[in-house]
């Protein structure tokens, strides 16, 4: 039986937009293979909402720009007027800038979602970040879900992991490398013999540094993870006010020198680590060992490693760095809503 899934999307960024274009290119294949409809009928984002009950015509919206100037331009073409917010559908999709300090918009947006009884894939990590342990119990109590596995690697499947295919074992620690631009800039320095400044000025030439890279190269992003993954596998409500966080900057071009004399490489490592009754959480860069797995994690890719009491440990390593990565993650979460 054909089903069909209404999506309202909160934020019009590059994530967004690339998800537009990657349901427009799949909306016949995942009716054949899910017997479901996908469509998009609300896009949010600092203007007001563009809506068509009957969804919108992705194949017009992706060729247009992203953020306010894309949805101005379709409610222009498509003669519709710029509505006020409203969330009605069946899934929404947050796609909005992240806000560590308030959790905002998004946190606004998910709760007025999971009110108006909708499931959640979040790729935005602000207010899940803030407020999950709150957001996951009350989805609980109106029987929704809320999947966000764009959000802990983009297309390198963490959560995925830990919650489905370690099913039942007792998961002991998570080591990841899970930021790909810090990943990058240590490759580059230790394949490059360049300085951590050299390298950071490559990573923003190639796009792949902001230009203020703080997030990234301080160990915040990295931090913002293993904390959204502590607290959706272990079922804590730890804050990032829990956790030692440090970042690559301090890392010399001498340091990188040492480390391979004897085969080593510098990682930037987020682990959360059962300690008797408590959690510990961290991150920081560690000399992995050559038999480290996670030591074959190079350039913008990432790697996760799991150790477990009953499976042993687990790795796995890859997944895109980039917006239609962390777009396709928020497809296969709408998927795995519907299986």
Known sequence: MMKQRKIVITGYGTVAKEFVELLDQKKEELVEKYHTEFKVVGVIGSIGMIYEPDGLNLSVLHQLPKGSLGISQYASRKDLSIESPLLKGDILLECTPTNLETGGPALSYMKQALEAKMDIVSVSKGALVHSLPELLERATANGRQIKYSGATAAALPTLDIGEFSLAGSNILSIKGI?????????????????????????????????????????????????????????????????????????????????AKINGCEWKLIAAAKKQGDRLILQVKPEILAPENPLIHVKGTNKGILFETEEMGTICCVGGASHPKGAAAAALKDMINLIR
């Open 178 to 258: 899970l930021n790909g631009t810090s990943n990058f800039i240590l490759t580059s320095m230790s394949e490059g013999n360049i300085t951590f400044g050299e390298a950071l000025h490559q990573a923003q030439e190639k796009g792949i540094a902001e230009k203020n890279p703080d997030l990234d190269i301080k160990g915040l992003d990295s931090a913002c993870k293993i904390l959204l993954l502590a607290n959706g596998l272990f079922h804590t409500k730890l804050t990032l006010k829990d956790m030692a966080i440090e970042g690559i900057e301090k890392i010399t071009k001498a340091d990188m020198q040492r």
